[in-house]
């Protein structure tokens, strides 16, 4: 990709995917069963 | 194969010695030492042939690819053995050599049987590692871990045995057309960890004795990426597949909080890069592909020994507990440092050089939302390092600061012969690439190549400090793709029961139609008269139903996959029609599943003889009556009981068709459980040392289950094959 400053631009972005996926995809998938399907 | 017919000699010698700390531990380093130089000295261009059974087999062939990849495998077999000289465990000595050893035998052989035969000790010996952790939770994993592999054991011997029908040969080459392209695929993708197939590599690396990670971490991803740049190289969905693993990956790494759960996922992702590179298949693909399972290895192993080091020492993995480890342990930190500067791609380290080949491959390969993909998944593994390093070991913690101090000699040595070697690559890429495969002559440094990776070094270092409270880790168990397989597999008492209903609705038509009638007809007037009646006024519904069933004559093989497919989910796995051979109430999996096949064999007759006669005599489109008149007349009968025996004997008669086959098969399932395994347990001592305790667990009941998992491929294939037209 040539278009100058894009990366720091999609750094940006990735870093936000990456903040975004922390808080709020373990409230949805945090395992409460644990142990139980053993 | 010769060097992993080295390692399993090992084993054996370290089961020997197993008693002699001394000897036993000179054993694991003199082998991999041994080999390491062997392999160095060993040219390219050797084919080692042997026929067995009259199937040529190459057990040993080299060539560039195969050599790279044994001169790293080999390195990290010894300095493995060295980290773990402090291991009092020496079964995981012995499984340890022989996983190696299996991965090996896989890296050199020349043709498939040889691969399949390395592929499953491959297998069974990184099982046995989970099994030397003895907690519950571990012979669970385990067990999960060994179904997941025989299946795809499975998988890749029936994409290699229709790729021998299709080509004539078992060498190994590529397979990346049509069904065995597929199978070859699925099978490797299994033990590549595809993101779907990829959920036993997060729940077993973190369960096995620290010791036997290190050795997981390494060969079993790796062993199935050389074997995707032998058969599916340049296959686009190979590519995609990379990628989707990189970035899967890596985002559920980043919530982990678990140590060496962590890496596990970042192996899924550093493995996704190396995926692909290899589905782009350009000659940089291949170069990055494999230039970057060298240099993973070698970061992913420190990795791994360095939260090793901080759970020798802490008795902790988790970053919630760790951390305070930078001035006790100022080693292993500069250690974990490289290996996380490494794993991040950051100039003069060897990941940079690597990932600058594969993304330079997507690029020229015309894949530019590859290489987002992969960018993506590299700013992931940057924030994940920075969190793993500092909340793992830079961070105060008064606690651990308290109890830390530096590992012993042979674990540091161990670490800093890895770190040396990750930095070399780094700084001279050009001597490590003169050894990949194809010729590599682009610089890896210049102004171009540097811009990139420090920018995202000084974004993400800036981020990480302004928002280190967002990337705190949090001890939870986040939730993984097999409780999406648990959830489907709750919904199969149900497709059962729809299935079951659908057949009913099919025997009563049957019934009532063709059977029924044949006998009023002669008997009962009246009654005839009356369904005659019911067949006219239904003529047009019929019509209707009549449609898709020469719909599905026409397209046979559908139909036998519907057949197939309905066998498998509605055929109750109660009612034996073969009494059960343990003379008990239970009958055992092996009858289950001959009951299975032979109700097939009704099903798919059954179903046959209508399509057939329905179709032969072109009475689709024709009236009720005209049906019920030609249906029943000895000329139609006939035919259509050839017919359905034709069909019948071809998909089931040769193989289970009668109860005496499946008593023989079980049988032979039960004397091979009670001589080979009771014979293990009860005479041969070496074989019961081997096996302990697990071969009594065996005992109860798995090697059935292996004889019903390999039944099932072996079905798969006569099924594949008889569609093909390749069984007659």
Known sequence: ?38 | MPYGLLFILGSILVLVFKDKPTIRKAITLVVPAVSFIAVVLTPKGIDFKMTLMSLNLVVMHTDKLSLFVGYIFTFIAFTGALYSLYNDDYRISIYGMLYIGASLGVVFAGDFITVYLFWELMALASTALIWCNRSKKAYWTGIRYIIMHLMGGGLFLVGMVINYVNTGSFLVGPVNQGLAGAFVFLGVGLNAAFIGLHSWLPESYPTAPIWASILMSVYTTKTAVYMLVRTSAGMPAVAWMGAIMAVVAVSFAVMQSNGRKLLSYHIVSQVGYMVAAIGVGNEMGINGGVLHLFNHILYKSLLFMSIGAALYVTGKEDLTELGGLRKKMPFTTIFVIIAAFSISGVPLFNGFTSKKLIFEAAATGGMVPIELLLELAAVGTFISFFKFVWFGFLRPNPENEAIAKEVPVPMRVAMGMVAALSIFVGLFPQIIAKLLPYVEEEPFYTVKTLQGPIQLLVVITIAFILFTKVFEPHKRTIMEFDRLYIGLGRLIPYVFRASQKIDDAFNYVYHRIIYIPELLSTVFDPVNNWLERVLESSEKLLDLAIKPIRYMNENLNTFLLIGWVDFWLYTPLSEPKISPYNGGNTPGLITRMLNRILKFGDTIGHRTSVTAALVEKKVVNGTGEQLSKILFSPDTVAPLMEFEHKVVDTLTGDFAAKAFYGNAISNVARLFDRIVIDGAINGVAAIVFFFGERARRIQTGLVQNYALIIIFIVSILIFILSIKGGYS
């Open chain 1, 1 to 38: 990709m040539e278009i100058p400053g894009w990366q720091s631009v999609f750094t940006v972005l990735a870093i936000i995917y990456f903040a975004a996926i922390v808080t709020f995809v373990p409230k949805v998938l945090t395992d409460k069963s644990e142990g139980e399907h053993h």
